[in-house]
C-alpha cells in the first residue's frame, strides 16, 4: 500500500516508511513478547518469588496430614494441588494490595516507580491476574471435594481470599496490620491440613495449630522489620503501623519479641504438646539453626540504622523457611 502526502501544493504518492514496523508489532510474536515481559513484570511486582516464605511450611503441614491419615507419604496430586492453592492464593493476595494501594504507593518514594503505579502494567492487566488467580484457587480447593470427598476445601476458599484481601485494608485502621499478614500466612499450614485429613481425622490437631502460631508470629515479626523503612511516610500519610505509633524502638523490641514466640511456638511443636508426632533430633538441629537465623536478621536491624533490611528481610527469611521445611520433613519421615 500507498499513502498520500500533500507537499507543496502537490500530491504525491510515497511508500508507508514506518508500515512493516506497524505489522511487526501487531503481529502474533510480537503479541506473546509483550505477553511474556507483561508477565515477567507482573511476578516481580508481586514479588512471587516470595512465594519460598509460607510454602515450606504448608509441606510440612501436608506430611503430616500424610502421617494422620495413614498414608505415609503424600501423593502427586495432593502436591500440586496445595502447591497451586498456595501459589494462587498469594498472587490474589499481592496483586489486590498492588491495586488498593496504588494511591500510596505513588506517593512513597521507595514504591513510586512500581509497575502498578507508572503505568507499565495496566489496572485492567492486574484485574484480569486478580480474576485468573481467585478462579484457579477455587478450582484447586474445588478438585479436593472431587478427588479426594473432602468439600471443606471449596466451603472456606471465599472467606480465605476474603481474610488475605482483608489485610490489604488494615494498615488504613490499626496498627496491628502486621499481626493480620502473619495471621494470612498462618493459614498456609492450617488450610493444608484442613485440605488433607477431614473426613479421616479431626478438623485441625493442637500440634497443626502450634505451627500456624510460629508462622503468625515469624511473619509479623519481619513485617515490623520492613515497617521501620515507611515510618515517616506512614505518619504523613496517616496510616498505621506499629513503628510509626510508637517508633522505631518499640517497633524493633516487639518484633524480637515475636521471633522468641516463635521459638516457643516450634519447640511447642516439635514436642507434640495436645498429641502429634513427636519429632527427634533431626527437627532439633532445624530449631536450632532457626534460632540463629532469627538472631542474625534481629542484628542486621537497629532503630537507627535500617541500611541491610533487604538481606534481613528477603534473604534471611527465605533461609529460614528452606531450613525449617527441609529438616521437619526429614524429621517426620524418620518419626
Not at 480447593?141 to 472431587?146: D, I, R, S, V, Y
Not at 515490623?224 to 515510618?231: G, K, S
Request: hydrophobic content about 55%; proline content about 5%.
Amino acid at each position: 500500500m500507498a499513502h498520500s502526502l500533500a507537499r507543496g501544493g502537490r500530491v504525491m504518492n510515497q511508500p508507508a516508511a514506518n508500515q512493516a514496523p506497524m505489522v511487526a508489532a501487531s503481529s502474533p510474536a510480537a503479541s506473546r513478547t509483550n505477553t511474556r515481559s507483561s508477565l515477567r513484570t507482573f511476578l516481580d511486582l508481586i514479588k512471587f518469588s516470595h512465594s519460598i516464605f509460607a510454602m515450606p511450611f504448608a509441606l510440612v503441614a501436608m506430611f503430616l496430614a500424610a502421617r494422620q491419615t495413614g498414608e505415609g507419604l503424600p501423593d502427586a496430586a495432593q502436591w500440586v494441588l496445595i502447591i497451586g492453592c498456595m501459589v494462587s492464593a498469594r498472587t490474589f493476595a499481592m496483586t489486590f494490595n498492588r491495586l488498593v494501594d496504588r494511591k500510596f504507593d505513588a506517593g512513597n518514594p521507595r514504591t513510586r516507580n512500581r509497575p502498578s503505579v507508572n503505568g507499565t502494567l495496566s489496572v485492567r492487566w492486574m484485574l484480569a491476574a486478580l480474576v485468573v488467580s481467585a478462579a484457579m484457587f477455587i478450582a484447586f480447593t474445588l478438585a479436593f471435594w472431587g478427588m479426594f470427598q473432602n468439600p471443606w476445601p471449596a466451603m472456606l476458599a471465599l472467606p480465605v481470599l476474603g481474610f488475605i484481601a482483608f489485610y490489604s485494608y488494615t494498615k488504613r485502621f490499626t496498627w496491628l496490620c502486621h499481626f493480620v499478614i502473619g495471621a494470612s500466612l498462618g493459614l498456609a499450614p492450617l488450610s493444608a491440613w484442613v485440605a488433607l485429613v477431614p473426613p479421616h481425622g479431626p478438623m485441625l490437631s493442637t500440634q497443626i495449630i502450634w505451627l500456624a502460631i510460629a508462622v503468625t508470629t515469624w511473619t509479623a515479626g519481619f513485617d515490623l522489620l520492613y515497617a521501620m523503612q515507611d515510618i515517616e511516610i506512614d505518619r504523613r500519610d496517616r496510616l498505621h503501623s506499629l513503628p510509626a505509633r510508637f517508633g522505631p524502638q518499640t517497633g524493633l523490641a516487639v518484633s524480637r519479641l515475636c521471633h522468641g514466640c516463635t521459638l516457643l511456638a516450634l519447640a511447642a511443636f516439635g514436642l507434640a504438646w495436645g498429641g502429634g508426632v513427636a519429632l527427634g533430633v533431626v527437627y532439633w538441629v532445624g530449631w536450632i539453626a532457626v534460632a540463629i537465623l532469627l538472631a542474625i536478621e534481629q542484628s542486621l536491624v537497629k532503630p537507627d540504622d535500617i541500611s541491610r533490611i533487604n538481606l534481613a528481610f528477603m534473604t534471611i527469611n527465605g533461609i529460614v523457611g528452606l531450613v525449617f521445611g527441609a529438616l521437619t520433613i526429614a524429621a517426620i519421615l524418620l518419626a
